[in-house]
């Protein structure tokens, strides 16, 4: 077998291991997602993936894996740090100082980790991976990753909202640390040639935690103290961004979302009825007879789920997601926020979320083998 056969075959295997995260990774007719994969990885670095899990392991452990010529462990470890600078696996550092590395999905994972490195080559395939297959697996009602929570102001006493869908209050109990990192998304598009036209703030993907402690190992990113966090946060909802942060009540990070260049509001816009796409516990309700028809709201709001109507606003449901920025610029109070029933409670922290995830794509008698595997130390998805 010629050497371009055996690389074609690694990175086929590969696809195939990818595809059964829990945001699935599937195969096109065109095989772009292999060439996002030769962007990311190298062929001996694809090798050394396919012996990795999805849950963290150190370089001891993924090179009993290894049979076929294993490496010497400090050449392993060296290949693994070149592969997480890459920003193609995960890596992070555990209490007692030991690294530990993952296989990881294209997104939340390795499209957003290429955010100190994007080129637009990889950018232009990512968007047409998208178009061809990914968004199905991105944007599927029991794989939602992130969830939009309502901006300032939007929330009237009444409704009684829960401290996981008040990102301030998340915050202020969140231990830290902070970081923020160019929105990959708006990087992307301005290597179109195609700039956000809600906010011309790039610097604003917030990540907190381990999450941070691992950008930082990285060299991604700058530090935040949380009063900066909020100063963000304050001038992205004044632009009219929605904030989703990560899909669980201790987030790992918080995205600052515009309906022109974020991948996951651009394309749920394109669907039918995207509302069922969101994780959202809120949805803009509007009083026809309260309505001055300024149209401030149409233009406020990311998700195009406002119309006009015989001169009055009209909020469709089924586009709705619940952020609340339409009801910030209501002058005479039109449009208000209304708690949805019954509400979602999210998992309490992003590996609760994950392995629920997980589940849902493998079932239970799958997981129960993956376990299996994991104790025997053989690799898993």
Request: hydrophobic residues 40%; charged residues 25%.
């Given at each position: 077998?010629?050497?371009?056969?055996?690389?074609?075959k690694?990175?086929?295997?590969?696809?195939?291991?990818?595809?059964?995260?829990?945001?699935?990774?599937?195969?096109?007719?065109?095989?772009?997602e292999?060439?996002?994969?030769?962007?990311?990885?190298?062929?001996?670095?694809?090798?050394?993936?396919?012996?990795?899990s999805?849950?963290?392991?150190?370089?001891a452990?993924?090179?009993?894996?290894?049979?076929?010529?294993?490496?010497?462990l400090?050449?392993?470890?060296?290949?693994?740090?070149?592969?997480?600078?890459r920003g193609?696996?995960?890596r992070?550092?555990?209490k007692?100082?030991?690294?530990?590395?993952?296989?990881t999905?294209?997104?939340?994972?390795?499209?957003?980790?290429?955010?100190e490195?994007?080129?637009?080559?990889?950018?232009?395939?990512?968007?047409?991976?998208?178009?061809?297959?990914?968004?199905?697996?991105?944007?599927?009602?029991?794989?939602?990753?992130?969830?939009?929570?309502?901006?300032?102001?939007?929330i009237?006493?009444?409704?009684?909202?829960?401290?996981?869908?008040?990102?301030?209050?998340?915050?202020?109990?969140?231990?830290?640390?902070?970081?923020?990192v160019?929105?990959?998304?708006k990087?992307?598009?301005?290597?179109?040639?195609?700039?956000?036209?809600?906010?011309?703030?790039?610097?604003?993907?917030?990540?907190?935690?381990s999450?941070a402690?691992?950008?930082?190992?990285l060299?991604?990113g700058?530090e935040?103290?949380?009063?900066?966090?909020?100063?963000?946060?304050?001038?992205?909802?004044?632009?009219?961004?929605?904030?989703?942060?990560?899909?669980?009540?201790y987030?790992?990070?918080?995205?600052?979302?515009?309906?022109?260049?974020?991948?996951?509001?651009?394309?749920?816009?394109?669907?039918?009825?995207?509302?069922?796409?969101?994780?959202?516990?809120?949805?803009?309700?509007?009083?026809?007879?309260?309505?001055?028809?300024?149209?401030?709201?149409?233009?406020?709001?990311?998700?195009e789920?406002?119309?006009?109507?015989?001169?009055?606003?009209r909020?469709?449901?089924?586009?709705?997601i619940?952020?609340?920025?339409?009801?910030?610029?209501?002058?005479?109070?039109?449009?208000?926020?209304?708690?949805?029933?019954?509400?979602?409670?999210?998992?309490?922290?992003?590996?609760?979320?994950?392995?629920?995830?997980?589940?849902?794509?493998?079932g239970?008698?799958?997981?129960?083998?993956?376990?299996?595997?994991?104790?025997?130390?053989?690799?898993?998805?």
């Amino acid at each position: 077998m010629s050497k371009d056969a055996r690389d074609a075959k690694v990175y086929r295997k590969l696809q195939q291991k990818l595809d059964k995260l829990p945001i699935a990774f599937p195969a096109t007719a065109s095989g772009v997602e292999i060439r996002l994969l030769k962007h990311l990885f190298t062929p001996e670095q694809a090798q050394i993936a396919l012996s990795m899990s999805f849950i963290p392991e150190p370089a001891a452990v993924i090179r009993k894996r290894l049979k076929k010529h294993p490496p010497v462990l400090a050449e392993l470890e060296g290949s693994l740090e070149q592969m997480a600078a890459r920003g193609s696996i995960a890596r992070s550092i555990t209490k007692e100082g030991v690294k530990i590395f993952s296989i990881t999905m294209l997104a939340i994972g390795m499209f957003e980790f290429q955010v100190e490195q994007l080129t637009k080559a990889f950018y232009e395939d990512f968007k047409q991976y998208i178009d061809e297959a990914f968004r199905d697996a991105l944007l599927h009602p029991k794989f939602t990753q992130l969830r939009p929570v309502p901006t300032t102001g939007s929330i009237t006493p009444d409704l009684n909202i829960m401290p996981y869908d008040d990102i301030r209050c998340v915050l202020t109990e969140h231990r830290g640390p902070f970081r923020v990192v160019d929105c990959i998304c708006k990087k992307g598009q301005d290597l179109l040639d195609q700039p956000c036209q809600v906010t011309k703030d790039r610097e604003i993907c917030l990540i907190f935690g381990s999450a941070a402690r691992n950008y930082q190992a990285l060299g991604w990113g700058r530090e935040l103290t949380r009063q900066e966090v909020f100063a963000i946060l304050d001038k992205a909802e004044q632009d009219g961004l929605v904030v989703q942060p990560s899909n669980s009540q201790y987030p790992f990070c918080a995205c600052l979302c515009c309906g022109c260049c974020c991948e996951v509001l651009a394309n749920a816009k394109r669907m039918e009825n995207p509302a069922r796409l969101f994780y959202a516990n809120y949805v803009a309700v509007n009083d026809a007879a309260l309505c001055s028809g300024c149209g401030l709201c149409i233009d406020r709001c990311q998700m195009e789920a406002i119309a006009m109507e015989e001169d009055k606003s009209r909020v469709d449901p089924g586009r709705c997601i619940g952020c609340g920025l339409c009801t910030t610029v209501c002058a005479t109070k039109a449009i208000r926020m209304q708690k949805k029933d019954p509400i979602t409670v999210p998992k309490k922290d992003t590996t609760q979320f994950y392995l629920t995830l997980m589940q849902a794509r493998a079932g239970n008698a799958r997981m129960f083998l993956m376990m299996i595997r994991r104790v025997l130390g053989m690799t898993v998805p």
